[in-house]
């Protein structure tokens, strides 16, 4: 594997605040209380990281629970029980986590675990004991957006693979129960990635019976038990009753919290920054299960006027404080946290000392550490996760015959088509469009000089001039590209495998190929592969030729 750094200057839609914070200027630095670098901050961190006993005993406990059963009959792999004891005993963590995905999710799922184990891995050699977790967000609600998955078909062409295995609409996703309806799907899954330890994994994690979340959890725990990776179910009932009073904290401290998070935002654009979420005066940073459905939870009013409502409906019931806290104390299970709150969650119930992601949760964590302040006084830094292009040998053959790059395919599948069919113009015609090109700066300058001694005035016009005669000759030249590429059948098909490879969907690999594309095809040497890559003190994209 050779990789190559691309920074994320060069990403398509890369924001302002995810490249400055890449580069933490100072104008970020009121965002972030610590670098994106990792080894500049972990053993500082590591000394002001207080985590109670009582709730690492509680914790730790569900941490075995829930590990020891993923694998089924088979216990949790020997690097992974060790680090449950070593949890036990007093390490840190290293946090990541994602929505549970169908068949193990897109491919940056495999990039957040290999960083989570990374980092641990840098604490441990800085004299820090760490432990990698990745957090199962089982109690997100949106089925559309984890029940589908696209592997790579005839001509690279991704196909979309679709479960239509139901839960309660607008419940959390994690306990949607697979049926019979699955088999097809793995079925197709199997027959676009062929009999490999990739389909067996998904037949042995993905069954009849499973839950989305459940099948997620064993998925990865065979996936990365080589490294030891702790799987953490976010909807068990004991993990909510731990953080129960962060939920009442964030019931009793609604209108301060609105408050924080409503002036950190205008911060954020004062300094000419994004909002990732729009917080109303109103804003709630819970839901509820209010007939299996998560709804979000909303105040109204203030002092002796104030009362809380369930759900958006005209006829939303509304409740007081006082009975509002006395349903979290009964039964904490039935709630659970917003995206700018869930960070808190996580580390009150985990002695975190970073969690990595992407750009979007580095975005979050702009804002939630507002939330932080108030509710534990210390913010979790937030470190970026590997982000990588695989360019498979197929690919990397036709980038190098037609002498591009990897960067030429992010500017799209119609810029790509003209600049490949330029490059197939007949040779003739190139040479003369060139030899056109040429001339006409050759002359024009000629005829500046002698205008300049004639008019200075002139010198303007001719070098408009020059611009018309140079755009006219372009024009003409993509003119000529656009005709040869549609007589050139074989240019548009590898303009579009490239896109497909490379550029799916106008957005990164990583975000649309099913991670278990790769596994099926080098198998899982290629998770050791892409552990080597991964170099926490450099955050540029990698382009990775296989």
């Given at each position: 594997?050779?990789?190559?750094?691309?920074?994320?200057?060069?990403?398509?839609?890369?924001?302002?605040?995810?490249?400055?914070?890449?580069?933490?200027?100072?104008?970020?630095?009121?965002?972030?209380?610590?670098?994106?670098?990792?080894?500049?901050?972990?053993?500082?961190?590591?000394?002001?990281?207080?985590?109670?006993?009582?709730?690492?005993?509680?914790?730790?406990?569900?941490?075995?629970?829930?590990?020891?059963?993923?694998?089924?009959?088979?216990?949790?792999?020997?690097?992974?029980?060790?680090?449950?004891?070593?949890?036990?005993?007093?390490?840190?963590?290293?946090?990541?986590?994602?929505?549970?995905?169908?068949?193990?999710?897109?491919?940056?799922?495999?990039?957040?675990?290999?960083?989570?184990?990374?980092?641990?891995?840098?604490?441990?050699?800085?004299?820090?004991?760490?432990?990698?977790?990745?957090?199962?967000?089982?109690?997100?609600?949106?089925?559309?957006?984890?029940?589908?998955?696209?592997?790579?078909?005839?001509?690279?062409?991704?196909?979309?693979?679709?479960?239509?295995?139901?839960?309660?609409?607008?419940?959390?996703?994690?306990?949607?129960?697979?049926?019979?309806?699955?088999?097809?799907?793995?079925?197709?899954?199997?027959?676009?990635?062929?009999?490999?330890?990739?389909?067996?994994?998904?037949?042995?994690?993905?069954?009849?019976?499973?839950?989305l979340g459940s099948a997620f959890a064993r998925l990865y725990a065979r996936l990365f038990g080589d490294w030891g990776v702790i799987v953490l179910d976010a909807s068990d009932a004991e993990l909510h009753r731990v953080a129960e009073p962060i939920y009442r904290a964030a019931i009793e401290q609604a209108g301060e919290l609105a408050d924080a998070l409503q002036s950190r935002g205008q911060a954020l654009e004062a300094a000419g920054y994004h909002q990732q979420v729009k917080v109303t005066p109103s804003s709630v940073l819970l839901f509820t299960l209010q007939d299996g459905v998560r709804s979000a939870i909303h105040r109204r009013g203030e002092g002796e006027t104030e009362e809380f409502v369930i759900g958006s409906e005209p006829n939303a019931p509304k409740i007081s404080r006082a009975d509002l806290l006395r349903r979290v104390s009964a039964a904490p299970e039935q709630f659970s946290p917003n995206v700018l709150l869930r960070p808190t969650v996580e580390d009150y119930l985990l002695p975190t000392?970073?969690?990595?992601?992407?750009?979007?949760?580095?975005?979050?964590?702009?804002?939630?550490?507002?939330?932080?302040?108030?509710?534990?006084?210390?913010?979790?830094?937030?470190?970026?996760?590997?982000?990588?292009?695989?360019?498979?040998?197929?690919?990397?053959?036709?980038?190098?015959?037609?002498?591009?790059?990897?960067?030429?395919?992010?500017?799209?599948?119609?810029?790509?088509?003209?600049?490949?069919?330029?490059?197939?113009?007949?040779?003739?015609?190139?040479?003369?469009?060139?030899?056109?090109?040429?001339?006409?700066?050759?002359?024009?300058?000629?005829?500046?000089?002698?205008?300049?001694?004639?008019?200075?005035?002139?010198?303007?016009?001719?070098?408009?001039?020059?611009?018309?005669?140079?755009?006219?000759?372009?024009?003409?030249?993509?003119?000529?590209?656009?005709?040869?590429?549609?007589?050139?059948?074989?240019?548009?098909?590898?303009?579009?495998?490239?896109?497909?490879?490379?550029?799916?969907?106008?957005?990164?690999?990583?975000?649309?190929?099913?991670?278990?594309?790769?596994?099926?095809?080098?198998?899982?040497?290629?998770?050791?592969?892409?552990?080597?890559?991964?170099?926490?003190?450099?955050?540029?994209?990698?382009?990775?030729?296989?």
């Amino acid at each position: 594997m050779k990789a190559h750094c691309l920074p994320f200057s060069q990403i398509p839609h890369s924001t302002p605040l995810f490249t400055d914070f890449l580069a933490y200027s100072p104008k970020v630095q009121p965002f972030y209380p610590r670098p994106p670098h990792f080894r500049d901050f972990v053993k500082e961190e590591s000394a002001i990281l207080h985590y109670d006993s009582s709730r690492r005993r509680r914790v730790a406990d569900l941490l075995e629970r829930q590990n020891k059963s993923q694998n089924g009959d088979a216990p949790a792999s020997p690097r992974t029980l060790a680090n449950l004891d070593r949890f036990r005993n007093g390490a840190a963590a290293v946090v990541t986590g994602q929505q549970v995905g169908l068949f193990g999710g897109p491919m940056f799922d495999i990039y957040k675990a290999l960083t989570a184990v990374k980092l641990a891995d840098e604490a441990n050699a800085a004299g820090v004991d760490c432990v990698p977790i990745f957090w199962l967000a089982t109690y997100d609600h949106d089925l559309a957006e984890v029940n589908h998955i696209s592997f790579p078909g005839t001509e690279g062409k991704l196909q979309t693979l679709t479960t239509s295995s139901q839960g309660v609409p607008g419940g959390p996703v994690g306990n949607v129960r697979l049926g019979g309806e699955i088999l097809p799907v793995l079925e197709q899954a199997t027959s676009l990635l062929g009999e490999s330890e990739a389909a067996t994994m998904l037949r042995e994690s993905y069954r009849p019976g499973e839950t989305l979340g459940s099948a997620f959890a064993r998925l990865y725990a065979r996936l990365f038990g080589d490294w030891g990776v702790i799987v953490l179910d976010a909807s068990d009932a004991e993990l909510h009753r731990v953080a129960e009073p962060i939920y009442r904290a964030a019931i009793e401290q609604a209108g301060e919290l609105a408050d924080a998070l409503q002036s950190r935002g205008q911060a954020l654009e004062a300094a000419g920054y994004h909002q990732q979420v729009k917080v109303t005066p109103s804003s709630v940073l819970l839901f509820t299960l209010q007939d299996g459905v998560r709804s979000a939870i909303h105040r109204r009013g203030e002092g002796e006027t104030e009362e809380f409502v369930i759900g958006s409906e005209p006829n939303a019931p509304k409740i007081s404080r006082a009975d509002l806290l006395r349903r979290v104390s009964a039964a904490p299970e039935q709630f659970s946290p917003n995206v700018l709150l869930r960070p808190t969650v996580e580390d009150y119930l985990l002695p975190t000392l970073a969690y990595t992601g992407g750009a979007a949760e580095t975005a979050y964590f702009a804002q939630a550490g507002a939330v932080y302040n108030i509710l534990l006084s210390r913010v979790t830094p937030v470190v970026p996760r590997f982000s990588a292009t695989i360019v498979e040998p197929k690919v990397q053959r036709l980038l190098e015959r037609h002498e591009i790059s990897v960067t030429d395919v992010f500017a799209g599948l119609e810029a790509l088509s003209r600049e490949l069919a330029a490059k197939c113009l007949p040779e003739d015609l190139q040479a003369a469009i060139d030899t056109a090109r040429k001339s006409i700066d050759s002359h024009l300058s000629t005829v500046k000089e002698k205008l300049a001694k004639l008019d200075r005035t002139l010198v303007d016009a001719a070098e408009t001039a020059r611009s018309k005669m140079q755009y006219q000759l372009e024009r003409l030249q993509t003119q000529a590209a656009r005709a040869e590429a549609q007589k050139g059948e074989l240019v548009s098909r590898h303009a579009e495998t490239l896109s497909h490879a490379l550029y799916p969907d106008r957005g990164l690999q990583e975000r649309s190929i099913g991670a278990m594309y790769f596994v099926a095809r080098y198998g899982r040497d290629l998770l050791h592969q892409l552990y080597d890559a991964v170099q926490p003190d450099c955050h540029d994209h990698q382009i990775l030729e296989l």
